[in-house]
């Protein structure tokens, strides 16, 4: 099944602070992020590596230096981002079928929800995760 484990968790609060200043075409330091969301440094900064690795974000080095996103989030899909941090094999996770009709059957739904499950993940971009976000924010927003 797809699971949203702490580390595809932080890697997407990550992207959503570099989703945040796309635009201006700026650098965010590891720290900055780290502190946003209460994210190891350490941890964060491997995550870093991975999805630059993948061609998600990329990275300067120097005083105005950190990481960026190396696309635009409209064209950075979610499921592209948990294959990323957690690969292929954590992300789909085969099911053992047994010879009995019962298993066969569980066996079934469950591979039915899971590519049901990627299949919406396939649909999302960040920029959509992004715009969620800050429909959340709108909607908290309290007036007198």
């Known amino acids: 099944m797809v699971e949203l484990s702490s580390k595809v968790r932080y890697g997407l609060l990550a992207l959503l602070e570099l989703v945040r200043i796309y635009q201006r075409g ?22 870093l ?9 990329r990275s300067q080095r120097g005083a105005k230096g950190g990481y960026a996103l190396a696309r635009d989030p409209r064209q950075i899909v979610l499921w592209e981002i948990l294959i990323c941090l957690e690969g292929r094999q954590k992300a789909v996770k085969e099911e053992v079928t047994s010879a009995t009709p019962e298993n066969y059957a569980i066996g079934q739904v469950w591979q039915e ?20 976000r800050d429909e959340g ?7 007198i």
Request: proline content about 2%; charged content about 15%; glycine content about 6%.
């Open 26 to 47: 700026e650098f965010q330091q590891i720290e900055q992020i780290a502190a946003t969301h209460q994210i190891p440094e350490r941890y964060l900064a491997q995550l």
């Open 49 to 57: 590596m991975t999805l630059r690795r993948c061609g998600i974000v």
């Open 113 to 132: 929800t899971q590519q049901a499950a990627i299949a919406i993940l396939q649909g999302y971009t960040l920029q959509d995760l992004s715009d969620k």
């Open 137 to 143: 924010q709108a909607g908290n927003m309290y007036y």
